[in-house]
């Protein structure tokens, strides 16, 4: 194995690159800025040339790299084919193939940045240790990824650990933002929480509740104020418990990991989220599957570089 | 490779045993009782001779076979182990160690039942020519199994596939099996169907309904009368129809399979079925994961022969 690699992992406004060595050391990271202008055709080669900088500056070329991982935010097929980006403005994309040209012919891996986090997560953060891992992301929106075996499963249609969009609710009257009614992510997310809230202060106007003179009223201070013993905050963390602790039970009824990492900004929450999904999770999953362990992701903003490097260590 | 293999298919009262070439041809299979005296002590020598015995007739030796491989009505752990089988009477047994000491050293493989039978479907049934399958089995109970890149998903504690034990409903008065209520498996087995025909004939003494005169009523006669137009039938079948179209969709949310095979008695209820299924499937389903193809069983009761021998086949 040559001695050094890249995680890339792109987002609608930056792209996070981080430089490793093959045996997993985080060396080096940095941002550039997405351009998405074309419909994204500079995003690539902006990678590209930022990756021969840095080995410039190293006194390294690409001889020295074993490959390059990379995150995108879209679905991505078992041949590193992107399956439509929309917020890159990427349609049918080979980036397996157009990356690995551009860097002379050094081995390119592409995954969906969701599930590449949950490959970081895996590899070294919450699910350390652990090969079979499931993880849910709390963040604008819900995500996943479901590792196996230390690797990613993608899904025949670039669609697996999708699990923010299992439908959760009969009586959702809102519309997702995948045109169905009732995804858990209209709940579980950021933007979940503060819409639960919103609703319970318009469903309760005597309530007597700090969340109401809020602006912005956000997912944290709901989570703030139930720690501080508000009842209409406890409310809302106890159904957005009851709903992921439930489909979270349906997952693991299906794969059985060992593990299930919990992360993104609505995880920061801590110990009272935990602690809320548990009191659902437990009497709902099947019960083999109760002894998998629930954890906190660790490493941020930097688990889509970790992961997209592990792609390429772990061929 | 060498010529010959076997599948066998442990059930609660007999041994299926199968006879196969390793190109996957099925030559012979026939059936023992399963002893389950002496916490089915007996079981294993009794499989361990039987092939002996056809090997002999056959004119053939151990040295013939590549291997031999066993479906088990219970949880199994990656290493072969079997984790409490209640219905044959055994503890933690070590099924793949056992046997193959019986027979002389010759490689054994062991997996869970329904998760073999969806090996056999997948390799040679409804899912043929499709790596990616999610296989659910409507008998008595519901099972499943998950097949991934053509190789069975064990799950860290054996359970992986356990989807009969979703929790589809929060208002389940009566307790499954399994301890919880409101799993999958008290709508869609079988049994399910009965109930819910039970119910629903309880619920309204006054409905007029050819479901009422029967006795014993079973969920074959709630599908054949609601092809012929009753409507307590029809709204049972409906029902069904959204429990487990939904439960699918968050299965397919998971794993984002090629396919999705239906078996188990039940399924040969056939087209009402799957157009049930499929009503409530496709507006709960990730819109990528709406082209999974959905697809009855077609080997019946060979499907755990099949899949048994499969493991030895595709190590």
Known sequence: ?????????????????????????????????????????????????????????????????EGVGVGVPGPVLADGVVNKCVNLGWGVLDVRGQLSSLLSGVP????????????????????????????VTLGTGVGGGIILNGKILPGAHGAAGEIGH??????????????????????????????????????DLSA?????????????????????????SLAIVEEVGKMLGEAIAHITCVIDPDVVVIGGGVSKAGQILLDAVHKYYTPAAF?????????????????????????????
């Open 208 to 232: 007597d509740t700090p969340l109401r003179s809020l602006d912005p009223l956000t997912a944290k201070d709901v989570f703030d104020y139930a720690k501080r013993g508000d009842e209409m």
């Open 108 to 135: 390119v891996e592409v995954g969906n940045d969701a599930n590449v986090a949950a490959l970081g997560e895996q590899w070294n953060g919450g699910g350390k240790g652990h090969p079979n891992v499931v993880m």
């Open 1 to 65: 194995m040559k001695p050094y690699a890249f995680g890339v992992d792109i987002g609608g406004t930056t792209v996070k690159i981080g430089f490793f060595t093959t045996e997993g050391k985080f060396l080096d990271h940095w941002e550039i800025p997405t351009r998405k202008e074309g419909n994204g055709e500079m995003i690539l080669p902006d990678i590209a040339r930022a990756i021969s900088k840095k080995l410039y500056e190293k006194n390294l070329s690409l001889n020295d790299l």
């Open 287 to 315: 019960h083999a599957s109760r002894q998998s362990d629930f954890k906190l992701a660790v490493l941020g903003n930097d688990a889509g570089m970790y992961g997209a490097v592990r792609m390429i260590l772990n061929k």
């Open 166 to 203: 299992m439908k959760v609710r009969d009586d959702e009257p809102e519309t997702c933002g995948c045109g169905k009614k009732g995804c858990l992510e209209q709940y579980g997310s950021a933007t979940g929480v503060v819409r639960l809230a919103k609703r319970a202060l318009a469903a």
